[in-house]
Structures are given as C-alpha cells and as structure tokens.
C-alpha cells in the first residue's frame, strides 16, 4: 500500500498540473462566449431577445464546459487505474 501511495503521488502533479490547464481553458472559453454573445447583440441590435442574451449564451457554454470537464475528470481517474493496474500497484484479490 505504501508504494502504491508513493506511485499514484508522482502521477498525481501531473493530474494537478492537467486540471489546472483545463480549468484556465475553460475560464477563458466562458469569457469568450460571454464576450461574443455581447459581441452579437451590439451588432445585430437583439434586443428581441431581450437585454441579458448574452448571460443566456453563457449559460449555455457553461452546460457544455461542464459536461466537457466531467468527462476529462473521468478520463483522468480511468487513466490513474490503467496506471497502478500496469505497474503492478492495482491487483484483483485471488479468490481462493
């Protein structure tokens, strides 16, 4: 347990590493679309859709940066067990 341990904290910097590059990208992904939703309503005049469609537009990108951030969170946990499991550190209990 103790070299498992030792193991999943050297992949775990990397992981750190990865969800804080990924949070930055989508900081900048929710600014972009709240930035183009404004973007859209001054040159278009949409005022048909009311004065807040740009938070509406962000709103929506926020849905999706989270459903992309889930997704990545479960790509990292399964990559960690495909990790511990090749080097040894993950092993089924033999039944006897």
């Given at each position: 347990m103790n070299r498992f341990l030792k193991e999943l904290f050297k992949g775990f910097k990397w992981v750190l590493i990865s969800i804080l590059i990924l949070s930055l990208i989508i900081v900048v992904f929710i600014g972009s679309a709240w930035g183009l939703g404004w973007l859209v309503d001054k040159l278009f005049d949409l005022k048909n859709f009311g004065p807040n469609f740009y938070i509406s537009?962000?709103?929506v990108t926020l849905v999706f940066t989270f459903i992309?951030?889930?997704v990545t969170?479960?790509?990292i946990i399964w990559a960690l067990l495909a990790y511990g499991k090749s080097r040894g550190l993950i092993q089924r209990r033999k039944e006897k």
């Open positions: 537009f962000g709103s992309i951030q889930l969170i479960i790509i």
